[in-house]
């Protein structure tokens, strides 16, 4: 019996085309529902400008977004293997402004959603729309897969959650829990705990014995800052230890901080070459 449903928010049939792939292994082997949205995205342009002596309205195109809707499903079909028939492809026409809202409101409907990264060598702004649309208003977890996409184990036997005791890096953990379960083992990160924090005498024991009871195979590694980012603290020990996938909260700052400044998350994003189990 098909057990739940993942769904890719598809805004662009090259960039999204690992997501799909990985997607399409996960439903595989997991016989869930695979629903792949095509995104629209009718862009919103200014309210108006000077042509010469003459103030011109300018007016939303909503049929171009239909169109391009339907252009994406075209040429996302033919990535689907014609036995599958647990995959269904959807068309959207979302206006620009309202995507957090609209995206948020499709994807609430799925279990997780498969998500292809949302930096890289160049541009990528509806990737980084529909993410954040996903985690904050659908409030659902989002596997989050390099170029190319990846291979997900049914069972893995390595998984990596890096805990900084923050109620982002909690949601993250319960949504993967069925993931955790089958891991062979599931390694707690913590890198340079603040000791004025809580009860730092044994640095994720309570998380560890928290997963424990539900029956995952634990152990905790406490890190030193040893590099100047967390982020790249956490890529080298996922490296070493052969971690197939990241667990960790997502946005544990605001997003205008994290596109500023930067921070552990969008650093994650853009240079992590695992997938990333997000949720916050």
Excluded at 89 to 105: D, K, P, T, Y
Excluded at 179 to 193: F, K, T
């Amino acid at each position: 019996m098909p057990r739940g449903t993942v769904a890719v928010l598809a805004t662009d049939a090259a960039l999204d085309r690992g997501a799909i792939a990985t997607a399409l292994a996960l439903t595989e082997t997991d016989e869930a529902h695979l629903d792949i949205h095509c995104l629209g995205i009718e862009s919103t342009p200014p309210d108006a400008y000077l042509a010469g002596p003459a103030l011109m309205l300018t007016m939303p195109d909503p049929e171009t977004a239909r169109e391009r809707a339907r252009e994406l499903e075209a040429e996302i079909r033919p990535l689907i293997p014609a036995h599958r028939g647990n995959v269904q492809l959807h068309r959207h026409h979302i206006r620009e402004g309202l995507i957090g809202h609209e995206v948020g409101r499709i994807a609430r409907l799925a279990d997780r959603i498969v998500a292809a990264a949302p930096y890289g060598p160049e541009a990528r702004p509806l990737q980084v729309a529909t993410l954040e649309a996903a985690l904050f208003t659908g409030g659902l977890p989002v596997i989050v897969v390099p170029d190319g996409g990846a291979e997900i184990a049914p069972s893995p036997s390595r998984l990596m959650v890096a805990w900084d005791d923050s109620r982002e890096a909690m949601v993250a953990v319960r949504a993967a829990l069925p993931m955790l379960r089958r891991a062979g083992c599931v390694d707690v990160v913590i890198v340079d705990p603040d000791v004025q924090v809580g009860d730092r005498s044994d640095p994720g024991g309570d998380l560890a014995l928290f997963l424990a009871r539900n029956g995952v195979k634990v152990e905790v590694s406490v890190l030193a800052r040893s590099r100047f980012r967390v982020s790249e603290v956490l890529r080298r020990h996922a490296f070493d230890t052969g971690a197939e996938a990241v667990v960790m909260g997502a946005y544990g700052h605001s997003r205008l901080r994290e596109q500023l400044f930067g921070g552990t998350t969008r650093e994650m994003l853009t240079a992590a070459r695992m997938p990333l189990i997000l949720a916050r």
